[in-house]
């Protein structure tokens, strides 16, 4: 009588393809992490080189710059109310950092001084913006000189109403320049302009000073500037000044490479400014607000006096 196999004693696979099969998903599986160790390597390569991690910089840029793009094309009003918002910001990240060297200085009062600056600005223009700037500037030094009677405030006074005249004239005002821009005929295609310009200088200089840099540029504030992302930077910012000059604001190659330069003095100019303040002060970033990028006044600081520069370049060109 012939005795049926118990389960246990069924045939298995035959060896040789079941370990055939194995290897191939062991191969596959090796590979993956494989893949997988040298892509998280090469992100924190990027991140180190980059000095904050660079995906998430770029994904928050993108979002920062849809958001300005929205506010500069829907309405003057709708720009005027994103920039009030990201100046009220900047007031705040600029005056904290300033006190922690020591400043007495209300950020209340100056936040408020500042959205009042602003709004000169989008109601009477030009006009509206320097009265609203004379009058900050006189509330500024009566508000500081109210706090010497208390005996602990009188000294460095004149320090403070100094410092705080520095933020109405970094922030407010230049801020303000550019919602008068965007209220100006063709102001819009200025914004823009002036923008690209940035970018391409700030892109470049980046790109270019990792690449090749090797002379520092101003290594008591910024170290990682070199001479050879600046002569990139001038490079892109004339190139980009002859397209914007020529297709988008209508002042010929060669105004276009005047504001090109100009540009790339201003987005210089300021990035240094506020590097030597977080020197002065002590601090990495303004704040971290904008994850990867610092804060705001860490993303404005080139794009605000160029776009003030903008603005006086309107007046004369436009």
Avoid: C
């Avoid at 829907?74 to 600029?94: D, Q, R």
């Avoid at 990035?271 to 002065?280: A, N, P, T, Y």
């Amino acid at each position: 009588m012939n005795r049926q196999p118990r389960r246990d004693e069924q045939p298995s696979e035959p060896p040789e393809e079941r370990s055939s099969f194995d290897h191939v998903l062991g191969g596959v599986e090796a590979q993956y992490h494989e893949w997988e160790h040298q892509v998280r390597e090469a992100n924190d390569r990027i991140d180190q080189a980059a000095g904050r991690p660079l995906w998430q910089a770029i994904a928050v840029g993108l979002v920062f710059g849809g958001l300005f793009l929205v506010a500069l094309l829907v309405s003057p009003l709708l720009f005027g109310l994103f920039a009030g918002v990201l100046l009220v910001f900047a007031v705040v990240e600029l005056v904290g950092a300033m006190r922690l060297g020591g400043a007495r200085l209300s950020r209340t009062l100056l936040s408020l001084i500042s959205l009042a600056i602003l709004a000169g600005a989008y109601f009477f223009g030009g006009d509206g913006l320097f009265t609203a700037l004379f009058a900050g500037i006189i509330l500024v030094a009566l508000g500081r000189l109210v706090l010497m009677v208390q005996p602990g405030a009188r000294g460095l006074a004149a320090r403070d109403i100094q410092q705080g005249w520095f933020v109405l004239m970094y922030l407010p005002f230049m801020g303000s320049a550019a919602v008068a821009l965007r209220l100006s005929e063709g102001g819009t295609w200025w914004i823009f302009a002036v923008m690209i310009i940035v970018v391409s200088v700030d892109t470049s200089a980046y790109a270019v000073g990792r690449a090749l840099g090797r002379h520092k540029l101003a290594p008591a504030i910024s170290p990682g500037k070199t001479w050879e992302g600046l002569a990139g930077a001038t490079l892109a910012g004339s190139i980009a000044g002859v397209a914007t000059g020529v297709w988008m604001i209508g002042v010929g190659p060669w105004w276009g490479v005047m504001i090109g330069l100009v540009i790339v003095i201003t987005a210089t100019l300021g990035d240094l400014l506020e590097s030597f303040i977080k020197r002065e002060v002590g601090v990495k970033d303004m704040s971290s607000l904008l994850p990867g990028h610092g804060g705001i006044l860490d993303r404005l600081d080139s794009v605000l006096p160029s776009l003030a520069v903008g603005y006086l370049l309107y007046q004369f060109l436009g």
